[in-house]
């Protein structure tokens, strides 16, 4: 399968640890995107990247999140000292170029207890 | 900032019926881009119809096609002929170049198709 992989696809964690959740895209793909889904929403964008370059980060990005792109191609999304408002899908898209289709990764359940 | 308006919560139509799917949105940008996704109940995102601002014509996808209203910041998705796979959750989208084409959601629209 040539899709957006997402890695786990669920992940329960406690209060206060720190997660790490990986995306792999579309190979050849410049872009990535990093969105977060909450029950009854529609996504929110987080970052993203082009290459390995961070090139935007949301409001909602937080100090306690970090992602990555090391040479470009797949991209880990961490969260450090998890909250309960963390709890969320976290979606991984990519696309060629800046202005092309952007393709969806089934997403990381993240459930913070 | 974009924001966009999905004011249709849920949504429901027989097989083989039509159904229209509302959006609005609001930009200060005069170069972006709309689009509607299908999330159905297994979660991965599918682009459904993507439709440029420049473009004056409707963009159409087989049963799928918009009414892109420029000026009313209106884009409504009309689904034809409708099938049980169409039972989703819809979302209507927009991206422009200052944010790097990100995608900026409405809070989505679920269609249910009933026999």
């Known amino acids: 399968d040539t899709g957006v992989s997402q890695d786990p696809r669920h992940k329960i964690t406690k209060r206060g640890q720190n997660v790490t959740f990986r995306c792999d895209p579309i190979s050849e793909h410049n872009r990535l995107y990093w969105y977060r889904q909450t029950l009854g929403q529609g996504p929110e964008f987080l970052t993203y990247?082009?290459?390995?370059?961070?090139?935007?980060k949301s409001r909602l990005l937080s100090d306690r999140f970090s992602a990555e792109r090391p040479k470009g191609s797949f991209s880990t999304l961490e969260i450090q000292r998890t909250e309960q408002g963390d709890s969320a899908m976290y979606l991984c898209?990519?696309?060629?170029?800046?202005?092309?289709?952007?393709?969806f990764g089934q997403g990381t359940r993240l459930t913070v207890v | 900032a974009q924001t966009v308006t999905q004011s249709q919560p849920e949504m429901s139509v027989q097989e083989a019926e039509t159904v229209t799917l509302s959006c609005t949105y609001d930009?200060?940008?005069?170069?972006?881009?709309l689009f509607w996704y299908k999330q159905p109940p297994s979660r991965q995102m599918i682009l459904v119809i993507r439709q440029e601002a420049y473009k004056q014509q409707n963009a159409t996808e087989n049963r799928f096609s918009v009414n892109f209203q420029k000026a009313a910041k209106s884009f409504s998705l009309k689904i034809s002929d409708s099938q049980l796979g169409d039972t989703a959750m819809y979302f209507c989208?927009?991206?422009?170049?200052?944010?790097?084409?990100?995608?900026?959601f409405g809070k989505g629209t679920s269609l249910l198709v009933t026999p």
């Open positions: 898209a990519s696309s060629l170029m800046e202005n092309t289709e952007a393709f």
């Open positions: 989208a927009s991206g422009d170049s200052n944010s790097g084409y990100a995608l900026n």
């Open positions: 990247f082009q290459n390995e370059a961070q090139l935007e």
């Open positions: 930009t200060s940008e005069n170069n972006y881009y």
